[in-house]
């Protein structure tokens, strides 16, 4: 299994401004991200629209993200679908494409049903039938499941699931995961404002969407954590605050889009239902990017 820690960005999809998928600005994007220390890419996961891409396009962005992922940086695929058994079929699909993991988001339409046996049994066969390494994602702002640190300490056990993307944000349940599971196991924080205290706590890295605007601001802050340098690292941490919050929790993906425009890369459309900022909140986005010294 490759080694994997640091910070990852959790890749957008660029959509046209009729909405097709721009494979030629997703591959832009991967070229310019490739010459910084990024550990790699999470290709699929929430903010790349997901939910929103046909099957046929959730694997073409595999295929040609595969193409441009060097090999000393880790791919991860999301494949997690409703069913198992869709799951099962587009995690041996991107384990075909040579994605090192993939990455499997909570089952959540029938909320009520997703209780810790459900959850339990899904993530297993999952990660029976899978031939490369499974992390389990915990995304409760979008699926309104929360997988519980003793679900995830008995999913732990599996020799096939490695570690987990936690986006919760809340710092006494990622706490909660690091004690109840092995310290092999592999817990990134994949939200940006408690990216330093989460880091404290054990996690090997993030997974954060500012990355994929700014990737070097978000390195400082794990460099200067392991460096020992705490102060550095703490107010690294607060300048991005205003950035943070614009990009994606006030502004969604849409914003995250927008910010990457401004810096430079390929941000692109959302895709509908998503709308683009209206030009106030662009005027906003822009603002916080300059309080966060990123333009």
Same mark, same amino acid.
């Given at each position: ?5 640091g910070?990852?960005p959790?890749v957008?999809t660029p959509?046209?401004q009729?909405?097709?998928v721009?494979?030629?600005a997703?591959?832009?994007?991967l ?8 550990a790699g890419y999470l ?7 997901? /939910? ?6 959730? =694997?073409r962005?595999?295929? #040609? &993200?595969?193409e441009?992922?060097p090999?000393?940086? $880790?791919?991860?695929?999301?494949t997690?679908?409703?069913?198992t ?7 041996r ?8 993991f993939?990455?499997v ?10 209780r810790p046996r459900?959850?339990?049994e899904h993530y297993r066969r999952?990660?029976?039938a ?7 994602y915990? /995304?409760p702002?979008?699926?309104g499941?929360v =997988?519980?640190p003793d679900? #995830? &300490?008995r ?6 699931? $490695?570690g987990m993307?936690?986006?919760a944000?809340?710092?006494a ?7 109840q ?6 817990l ?10 989460a ?7 993030g997974?954060l969407a500012l990355a994929?605007?700014?990737p070097?601001?978000c390195?400082?802050i794990?460099?200067?954590?392991h460096?020992g340098?705490?102060h550095?690292?703490?107010e690294q ?8 919050e614009?990009?994606?929790r006030r502004?969604?993906i ?5 910010a990457m425009d401004m ?12 709308l683009?900022?209206t ?6 986005i822009r603002?916080?990017?300059e ?5």
């Amino acid at each position: 299994m490759p080694e994997i820690r640091g910070v990852i960005p959790p890749v957008i999809t660029p959509f046209t401004q009729t909405g097709e998928v721009a494979y030629s600005a997703l591959i832009a994007n991967l070229t310019r991200w490739n010459t910084t220390a990024l550990a790699g890419y999470l290709i699929l996961g929430s903010n790349s629209e997901f /939910v929103y891409l046909s099957e046929q396009e959730k =694997i073409r962005v595999l295929e #040609v &993200a595969r193409e441009h992922i060097p090999a000393d940086k $880790v791919m991860i695929a999301g494949t997690g679908c409703e069913a198992t058994e869709a799951t099962i079929a587009l995690t041996r699909r991107a384990a075909a494409i040579e994605a090192d993991f993939v990455m499997v988001v909570t089952p959540a339409y029938y909320k009520p049903q997703m209780r810790p046996r459900n959850l339990i049994e899904h993530y297993r066969r999952v990660a029976d039938a899978s031939p490369i390494p499974v992390f389990l994602y915990n /995304v409760p702002v979008f699926t309104g499941v929360v =997988i519980d640190p003793d679900t #995830v &300490a008995r999913l732990a056990e599996h020799s096939n699931i $490695v570690g987990m993307k936690d986006s919760a944000g809340n710092l006494a349940v990622f706490a909660a995961y690091v004690r109840q599971t092995p310290p092999e196991f592999l817990l990134f924080v994949g939200s940006a404002p408690v990216f330093l205290p989460a880091l404290s706590l054990g996690a090997r890295g993030g997974i954060l969407a500012l990355a994929n605007c700014a990737p070097e601001a978000c390195l400082a802050i794990y460099s200067l954590f392991h460096e020992g340098k705490m102060h550095e690292a703490r107010e690294q941490q607060l300048k991005l605050l205003p950035a943070i919050e614009a990009v994606t929790r006030r502004f969604g993906i849409g914003g995250l889009k927008v910010a990457m425009d401004m810096v430079g890369y390929e941000g692109g459309w959302p895709r509908a239902p998503l709308l683009p900022p209206t030009d106030e909140e662009r005027q906003q986005i822009r603002r916080a990017l300059e309080q966060a010294s990123l333009l």
